[in-house]
């Protein structure tokens, strides 16, 4: 490893960021949230090569991101935070890089969050944004990206497409980086705990806690957004898996793999050995820029 990678986990660990996740209550930690939320506004970026314009999905805000000259494909990118947080003005800048860098139209939506809804809300509002999509591109044109808690959104497309949502395609390919899932078995949590140990940003126990929050009151809330591993793939597209092997969501990548060879999924299960949670989407040291790189690669595929 670099030393500026080493520097960058031991300034990461000096900051606490682990602590943000957990709070005396849900409550309390949902309510902290509202109140960041309440103060992250949309940011109003322009570029030559591309419109950027905001549409409403179900009341909530969509950032279109199109290539005045055309592009013919698109991706839709679901930015993490846990199901809690919105997306930061620098996540929103990094996708304008990433629209700039693969030459893809960018569809990034402001999804509901279960600090005041279920997760259904946000599977219902993520469908209907890429109903939207279908209009302008073919369903084999049009990738989905997804990091955190975005990447479990971008897979369970699937299954929720499976749960009577047929009415769209398959989109054409999935990457999901760090998708975050709840601990379905003892033998991920008891690997989840080991990998807590060496995760500077997500603790082991926000993975019990999303369980309450995701449901956000309604026991009604399927199984399968809850725990994705349990999700019908019947149909998935190619995907691609990214994980740092340093992060404790690591812990329920073989539980992904067992569920995409039950369905006869087409995959590839990337790790970015001791690297940290999302690392492709934080290119601030030479090994995450690789993982840049490797992302901007796989999406021009």
């Known amino acids: 490893m670099s030393i500026k990678y080493e520097i960058l ?12 996740w ?12 509202r109140k960041q939320n309440a103060g992250n506004k949309i940011p109003d970026l322009k570029d030559k090569e591309l419109d950027i314009t905001r549409i409403d999905v179900m009341g909530f805000p969509v950032l279109k991101m199109i290539h005045k000259q055309g592009a ?21 800048k990094k996708a304008l890089r990433i629209a700039k860098e693969t030459g893809l139209d960018l569809y990034v939506p402001y999804y509901p969050l279960c600090t005041d809804y279920p997760l259904t809300k946000a599977y219902e ?13 073919t369903a084999d044109h049009i990738s989905v990206l997804g990091t955190s808690s975005g990447g479990n959104l ?21 990457i999901a980086i760090s998708p975050g899932t709840c601990v379905d078995t003892d033998e991920e949590w008891q690997r989840m705990l080991e990998l807590d140990k060496k995760d500077v940003a997500i603790p082991a ?14 026991d009604s809330v399927p199984e399968y957004m809850i725990w994705l591993q349990r999700g019908n793939f019947t149909g998935c597209p190619h995907v691609h898996f990214i994980y740092g092997t340093d992060e404790t969501l690591y812990a329920c990548a073989p539980s992904f793999e067992a569920a995409m060879k039950k369905y006869n999924v087409d995959y590839r ?20 820029k690789e993982g840049w790189n490797m992302m901007i690669h796989l999406l021009k595929q």
């Open 125 to 137: 509002m993520i469908h209907e944004t890429y109903k939207v999509m279908l209009q302008d591109y």
């Open 22 to 33: 957990v709070s005396k209550t849900t409550e309390e930690l949902l309510e902290n949230r």
């Open 205 to 218: 126990q926000y993975m019990k806690t999303a369980v309450e929050i995701m449901r956000h009151g309604d």
């Open 72 to 92: 013919g494909c698109a991706n839709l990118f679901l930015i993490g935070g846990g199901m809690i947080s919105a997306p930061r003005p620098g996540s929103i």
């Open 154 to 174: 971008a897979l369970g497309m699937v299954p929720y497409i499976n749960d009577g949502h047929d009415d769209v395609p398959m989109p054409g390919h999935i």
């Open 9 to 20: 986990k031991c300034l990461v660990k000096a900051a606490g960021i682990k602590k943000h």
């Open 269 to 288: 299960m990337i790790t970015g050995e001791g690297m940290f949670h999302c690392y492709p989407v934080f290119p601030v040291c030479k090994e995450a």
